[in-house]
C-alpha cells in the first residue's frame, strides 16, 4: 500500500496496488496488520455505502463529536469525487485549512480523514458510490455539519449550485462554529 501524506497532518492519501490479468483485478484496500506496522493502528467498527445519483451532489461538511468521533477511510467505488478534509482542531496551527483530493473508481485511491476534522465530498460524475470505514458508530446525538461554502474550498463549481441535503443546507458556518476538538500536537 502506498501512503502519501498531504498538506494536513494526519490526512493522507492510501493507494492499494491491484493485480490484474485478464478477468480484471484484485486489490486489497485494507489490512489492519499491515497498516498498524505503517503506524496507522485503526479499528473500524462500521462501513458506509452511499450513491449520489446527480453530478455535483455535494455532501458535507461533516463530523462526529467526541465522545463518537470517527476517523474514516473513504473511497470511490464508482465514478470519482472531490474528497475534503477541513482542521477543526482548536489550536492547530492548520485550523481552518483544507486539502482535496479527487478519488475515483479508477485511481482507487482512499483518503484517510482522521477524528477533528470535516470530512465532504462533491460527486464529478453522476451514478457516484462512495464507500468509507468509520472508527465508531454513527451516533445522532453526536453529529453535526458546517456550511460547505463557509470554508474556503475550491469546489470547481465554477459558479453552479450543488445538490444538498436540507441538514446541509442549513448547516451553521466555520465562523460560527464552536469546534469540540482541540489540538494535541503533530499528527
Not at 63 to 72: C, E, Y
Not at 110 to 135: I, M, N, R, S, W
Not at 141 to 169: E, F, M, R, T, Y
Request: with cysteine; charged share 20%.
Amino acid at each position: 500500500m502506498q501512503l502519501d501524506p498531504t498538506a494536513l497532518p494526519g490526512v493522507q492519501i492510501l493507494t492499494p496496488p491491484r493485480f490484474g490479468d485478464a478477468r480484471g483485478w484484485f486489490s486489497e484496500t485494507w489490512n489492519a496488520a499491515r497498516m498498524a506496522e505503517a503506524g496507522l493502528d485503526l479499528a473500524f467498527v462500521q462501513d458506509n455505502h452511499s450513491f449520489s445519483a446527480e453530478k455535483g451532489t455535494l455532501r458535507g461538511l461533516h463530523f462526529q463529536r467526541p465522545p463518537r468521533a470517527q476517523d474514516k477511510l473513504v473511497r470511490c467505488t464508482r465514478g470519482a469525487i472531490w474528497d475534503v478534509a477541513v482542521d477543526i482542531r482548536k489550536g492547530s496551527p492548520a485550523y481552518g485549512h483544507w486539502v482535496g483530493v479527487e478519488l475515483s473508481a479508477e485511481n482507487g485511491r482512499q483518503l484517510l480523514v482522521p477524528k477533528g476534522f470535516l470530512h465532504g465530498f462533491l460527486t464529478l460524475t453522476a451514478d457516484c458510490e462512495v464507500q468509507y470505514k468509520c472508527t465508531d458508530t454513527y451516533a445522532p446525538d453526536c453529529d453535526g455539519a458546517v456550511a460547505w461554502d463557509s470554508v474556503g474550498i475550491d469546489w470547481g463549481l465554477n459558479g453552479a449550485q450543488p445538490v444538498l441535503s436540507a441538514k446541509d443546507a442549513a448547516a451553521p458556518p466555520l465562523s460560527a462554529f464552536d469546534s469540540p476538538f482541540t489540538y494535541e500536537g503533530a499528527a
